[in-house]
């Protein structure tokens, strides 16, 4: 296995830079966005963001595609021939398109199935993948005869894909974690031998009731629009895929970090130096496992979704809230705490949502430590605490902890 080769990282690092001094000639020749700049090192690349490279998206793909074509033949099911077109489920309201080849595809497949099933030239896996919607991305795997792969759209509807799944009865099973969850609570009759979540953050209330329920240890996928950026080694700890794509951080703070990505492995659509909103906590030391590709302790969740508060008593700079701190003070709360929203709903307004059913003392206990936590950082919101049911909500990704207002231009904010 390449992984193995990759046992340094010196040696990681030098199988990069040969890869990413590919891919910047590549791009030069074949892309009007570098092509632009000149025969420049990779190093003057520009970071580049999602609006970019929508706005611009003939200009980063061999093809020449614009995105309103791209966009038009997608809805209509084509895609140019050789080629595949996705996009996004689009969590912020901005969906992304992708364009990638058909050997990309094939790439993207040896991948990810190297890391997530190492038994596969030894058995024929029967794998469940649910995701929002379908994608030819997939096909590949049906196409190399390696494994037999369905996929289910939440779309349908859970109990519809529930009986589909029970009927197909996977051995491994891929998908957002509100669904293996709602399978799990609902008694659905499979027995896969690995399963893997990925498209939303995993939250330890979700972890559990899956792992108890199957009893197997949860996988993680991490995986965007932008490519396979990690997956979990036995122990349960994400890697990221440094074997197709070179990252770049910005620090966040407390080990909290926000990558910019290059992946080396894609030709037809240039990703390189791209601005991923995600928020990562790097481990801070190796993992158990022996791999020498960057490990990830936690998952945290969307620099969109960081609170922005005004500090208590004066006015001066926001206050950066990252996601993990809600949700650490609320899950940290009671016990019996098993779902939640936390949501910035003003300047200076956040509402803690809580299930009706969780008895009064939880609850209030729950704010109490949740004001305890953002008093601690200096600022003091107006928390509501709100009691409603929480249903599953198929037509969007979950996220407990979520900014829905959006700071003054400048970061001062008033109190």
Known sequence: MLAALLSS?????CWQTNRIENLRRHAIANTDFYRRLGDIPFKAFPVVEKSMMMAQFEAFNMLGLTASDGWQQFEIGQSPPGYDLGCSTGTSGNRGLYLVSDRERFVWLGTIVA????????????????????????????????LKLRFFELTAGLHVIAEQISGFQPTVVVGPPKALRWMAQNGIAITPERMFSGGEVLDSVDRTVIEHSFNLKLGQIYMATEGLFGVSCEYGVVHLAEDAVHFEFEPVGDRLVSPTVTDFTRRTQVMACYRMNDLLR??????????????????????????????????????TVTPDIPRNAVLDADRRIDDFRVLQTGS???????NSNLPDDAANAAKQSLTSAL????????????????PVDITAKLRRVEQRWRPHAGGELPN
């Open 282 to 319: 790097l481990a801070d030391k190796p993992c158990r496992c022996g791999s020498a590709f960057l490990a990830v302790e936690e998952i945290v969740g969307r620099r969109d979704d960081c609170f922005e508060l005004p500090p208590r008593g004066t006015v001066g700079k926001a206050i």
């Open 9 to 13: 990282r010196e040696r990681i690092d």
């Open 115 to 146: 890391k997530a099933l190492p038994d596969v030239l030894r058995r024929r896996h029967r794998v469940a993948v649910i995701l929002p919607r379908a994608s030819r991305l997939y096909d590949a795997a049906n196409e190399s005869r390696l």
């Open 375 to 390: 008093l601690k950082l200096g600022a003091a919101p107006d928390i509501t605490l709100r009691r409603e049911p929480l």
């Open 348 to 354: 200076n307004a956040v509402d803690l949502v809580l």
